[in-house]
């Protein structure tokens, strides 16, 4: 196992096994209080980006000739890493966006097991045999590494979304070229200076810190790239598969949610408010998976509607390393701007605020308060966009039929929930529910590493990840006719 030096200060590009710096540089605050600096990190140029795309090329085929076995030590090794620096990487996220340091471990830990799944699912079948027509014949495929990966992660999961891209990237046989969020960047050096600890041969992991939109032309054009694996908004999402497409380049893009969470009357409610709050406020509502619209039976709304203010009152705003918050900060100005770009709409719009609004935010850092509206119109545009803050919406509806539709009604696809204690209701939601993700009884949010992520309509394309499907998006697929005879 090859040991690393951690970054030296300011230096955080990764190319060809060893840290460096670029000519320019930019500055991270902490969002908690952005008077106060963070970290400098370099801004990669176009020629560290073919640096790295050159790294990557040439270290990729001799990785993916190591027996699977082998790389699924390495996999192991990045969990047992991952693991030891949790608390660092944790106060990382703090520090870069705001993350409170509970969701923020725990994020970390979730990364470890991501990686240790992806050490025993490298090593499932790596392809089927079928009968041929020809009896001296075998036929059969084999699942081959595309070569070079682009990574581009989001700042909300600095480390998660990172993992379960790079995890399966590397496990499968590929090289990557890695653009973390700039908003992340202390995260992501940590996360390198961890994996580079697991011993990856030289090149193979390549990271170029910086503006995603400055470095895109470079990051995107060039020799054909293996894949582009995309997590964040979806303009970019949309902007990356057209820089590739004359290329027939694979894109896994995941562009966010707007996520319904429906409440029928023989729903247990005391236990639909708990995870209501949980899906929309934790994380500083943060999350593609978070719960932005909530349809109610109007029968019980008004005991919902109870139950929401008390528990949304007794949330803990506040420092997010202090082990009793449970909002932190939003990630950074443009995030806490955008946010009270929604408020004021909201009270231009005459919505009722239910629980939050500008109230306890005259703080020195980028806190808001989590906050709960109703009397919105369905076709307002708190009803429909991303808002990535603490702000759900409470809807009244008749019942089933109307919940539905109302659920439908958005250009998003990425989680669904209902909660019921109805079978018919369960089922008439997943089979009609026009999100990728259904849950029944459970929060939008949270998702598990050994079944497929993604969206549908305008949350993703076809492609999913995580799961099984890490395997189809990470490889290509070779049909081999072998005449024995
Ligand atoms: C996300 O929502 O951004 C990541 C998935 C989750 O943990 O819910």
Redesign the pocket.
Known sequence: MTTVAPAPAGESLFIDGRWRSAAAAFRATDPADPRRETGAYSAATAADVADAYAAAAKAQPEWAATPAPERAEFLRQAAAAVEAAAEDLALAMTADMGKTIRDARAEALRAASIFRYFAGEVLQSAGEVYPSADPATTLLTLSEPVGVVLAIT?W??PV??PAWKIAPALGFGNAVVWNPAEASTGTAVRLTAALADAGPPAGLLNVVTGSGAALSPALTGGPRRGAVAF?GAGRVGTSLREAVADRNVKVQPEMGGKNPLVVLADADLADAAERIVSASMFSTGQ????TSRVYVEAAVEGELRKLLIERIRALVVGDPRDEATDVGPLASRAQYEKFHHYLQLAEAEGAEIIAGGRTGTERSGYFVSPTLLAGVADDSPLMHEEISGPLAVLQPVAGTEEALEKANDTAFGLAASVFTSNLGNTMAFLRRSRAEMVHVNRET???EPHVP?GGLKASSNTDREQGKAARAFFTNVKTAYIRSA
């Open positions: 989001p909300n999961f998660a979304v997590t999350r593609c998976t978070a949010t949270g998702v992520f």
